[in-house]
C-alpha cells in the first residue's frame, strides 16, 4: 500500500487487510508512505501505532515498523539530516536533487512544508503554507485591550452562514516609532458545530 497518507479515510485500508486479507493463510503487506498532514487520517494512526511498538508502549508481532525521518526540532536545511532521513540518499534520489528542493524552499517559505513532509518524512500542520510559523510566533506579543481605548482603529467583519466561524477583527497602527500593530480578534461559532 504505497503512500498512505494520500487516503482520505480508511476504507480501502480496511477493505484491503481486514476484508481480503482474511481469506489468505499468511497475508503479508507493505505499507509504505511518507508522513502526511492529517492527523485524523489513516496513516497518522499507523505512523502512531509504529512509533508505539519502536518505543515499547505496544506489543505486536504481526507488525515491524521501520521510520526514517527528521526530528522536529532538527535543522531541515542540514545534509546530515537528509541522510539520516533518506536511507537511500545519493542512491535512487541524488543528493543534488535534495539541496535544489532545499534551496528553492529557502527562497518561497510556501515549499517549505512540502520539502519538509516528502524530503525528511516530517508531520507537518499543512502541505503548504505562506509564512514561516517561527515569524507568526514572533507576532504573539501581549495586547492590552484597555490601553487601546480611544486610539484609531480599523475593524474587519467575516459573517458566517451556517457551518462556519464569525470573525471581528480589530486593528489598531502604531502610534509611535518603535510600537506594533496590535490587533484583537474575536471568533465565534453556533454552539452546535462545537
Known amino acids: 500500500f504505497d503512500e498512505l497518507h494520500t487516503q482520505p479515510n480508511r476504507k480501502l485500508f480496511d477493505v484491503m487487510t481486514k476484508g481480503s486479507g ?19 487520517s489513516i496513516c497518522y494512526e499507523t505512523h502512531q501505532k509504529a512509533k508505539d511498538i519502536l518505543e515499547g508502549r505496544k506489543i505486536d508481532p504481526t507488525f515491524y515498523p521501520v521510520i ?37 524552499a529557502r527562497q518561497n517559505p510556501a515549499e517549505e512544508n512540502s520539502f519538509r513532509q516528502l524530503r525528511l518524512n516530517q508531520w507537518v500542520k499543512q502541505s503548504v503554507r505562506w509564512m514561516p510559523m517561527d515569524k507568526w510566533d514572533a507576532c504573539a506579543l501581549p495586547v492590552d485591550a484597555a490601553a487601546l481605548e ?35 480578534p474575536y471568533f465565534w461559532i453556533p454552539e452546535e458545530n462545537i
Request: hydrophobic fraction near 35%; charge should be negative; charged fraction near 25%.
Open 22 to 40: 482474511d481469506a489468505r493463510m499468511q497475508p503479508l503487506y507493505f505499507l509504505i508512505t511518507t508522513a502526511g498532514t492529517d492527523t485524523q
Open 68 to 104: 526514517y525521518g527528521a526530528k522536529e526540532d532538527e535543522d531541515w536545511t542540514d545534509p546530515e539530516v537528509w541522510k539520516r532521513s533518506n536511507p537511500s540518499l545519493g542512491i535512487t534520489v541524488g543528493i543534488d536533487k535534495v539541496q535544489a528542493a532545499c534551496d528553492s
Open 150 to 184: 480611544g486610539r484609531v482603529c480599523y475593524g474587519g467583519l467575516d459573517l458566517s452562514s451556517t457551518m462556519d466561524i464569525t470573525a471581528f477583527v480589530l486593528v489598531f497602527p502604531p502610534t509611535e516609532e518603535d510600537e506594533t500593530f496590535a490587533v484583537l
